[in-house]
């Protein structure tokens, strides 16, 4: 997960994302079954709308794993950092939307604990844009196995919030560490300058 820094708030939320989202908690409370979805404005659905300065924030990594690029993985996604079907008023806050890739988002959205409190959540899940945060003062990554881990010097809290959010997110799952090692070795044996580092994925291990 690498530091980004959030845009402000595009003028198409600015201007109705707080009708959308009061008609979201309507319809949910009306029925707790609907499953929410984009509206359109315009005629274009709306993360459509909200993928160009999502992209820009993270110059089309994954907000979560670095991925890149998203269109060689599936379509990017928007992820809402506290999902839309629990907590309906925030569908269309900025400061809720992430771009994602599928693997995050449903790695996210699966483990999603419905017992956890939304102050716990939010205090716990890293967000790469909160204020002071940086790759090494949660984490360090181990170049044997490709794994990302809570840094052992960090404090006790820095040290949960790493490992709850590796555990949130899949990061040590499947064929992720085995990409992170292989991309450490194409990088170390390519001429690419690190002022063009945003063309490979897990850029914060890249520059360790």
Known sequence: MK???????????????????????RKKA????????????GGVPVNRLLLPPLEAMTQSHCSYCDGYPLDDIA???????LP???YPELTYNWNNLYLACPRC??????????????????????RP????????????FNYKNGHIEPNPRASEAERRRAKFTID???????????SRKRTIVCFARSEQ???????????FILTQ
């Open 3 to 25: 530091p980004t820094k959030r845009g402000p708030v595009p003028r198409v939320l600015e201007e109705h994302g707080e009708r959308w989202s009061a008609s979201c908690v």
């Open 30 to 41: 009306e029925n707790p079954n609907y499953r929410i979805q984009w509206t359109k404005h």
């Open 75 to 81: 379509y990017p996604t928007i992820d809402h950092f």
């Open 84 to 86: 839309k079907g629990q």
């Open 105 to 126: 988002q449903n790695e996210k959205e699966t483990r999603f604990d419905l017992r956890i409190q939304r102050e716990e959540y939010q205090g716990e899940l890293l």
């Open 129 to 140: 844009d909160e204020p002071n945060y940086k790759f090494e003062r949660y984490f360090l």
């Open 168 to 178: 949130k997110l899949g990061l040590n799952d499947g064929g992720r560490p085995r």
């Open 193 to 203: 300058r690190l002022d063009a580092i945003d063309v490979w994925p897990y850029r």
